[in-house]
């Protein structure tokens, strides 16, 4: 059963803005270590840092918080499963939010796309509940 779903778009050229005047101060804020290493060693460092951005946004739509209520920008966090699917990994208020929303008797599964075409990114987030066999 779907629990929650998430989509955002964003201009990357906003991002390579806010890395120039910003730089590891945004990155730092925003983003985990692992996200960190990824994108530092992409060509495009600032599409691969506005897909997470988008990333993020998505998914706290699909928690249906927003950034608030005791979920923040780094209690999310892009992360790739050993096949190279991306999916989100969530700490914090993040993960204490997916808890309470997850029905007993289920666990949940969070399917994330990305995607860039310049000057955009998108990325959709689809929460699922799985029942627990």
């Known amino acids: 059963m779907v629990i929650g ?3 955002d778009l964003i201009d990357i050229r906003r991002i390579e803005k806010t890395l120039e005047r910003f730089g590891a101060r945004f990155i730092n804020r925003l983003f985990t270590e692992q996200e960190q290493a990824r994108s530092e060693r992409r060509h ?3 599409a691969s840092y506005a897909k997470r951005f988008a990333a993020k946004e998505a998914c706290s739509k699909a928690l249906g ?7 923040y920008w780094r209690d999310m966090g892009v992360a790739n499963l050993a096949g190279g699917k991306p999916t989100m990994v969530l700490t914090g208020g993040a993960l204490q ?3 309470d929303i997850t029905p007993e008797g289920h666990a949940a599964q969070i399917d994330l796309t990305l ?3 310049f000057p955009l990114a998108q990325a959709i987030v ?3 509940a799985v029942p627990i066999r």
């Open 5 to 7: 779903l998430g989509n």
């Open 44 to 46: 495009n460092r600032a």
């Open 65 to 71: 918080t927003g950034l608030r209520r005791g979920v």
């Open 97 to 99: 939010r997916l808890r």
């Open 115 to 117: 995607t860039d075409d």
């Open 126 to 128: 689809l929460i699922t």
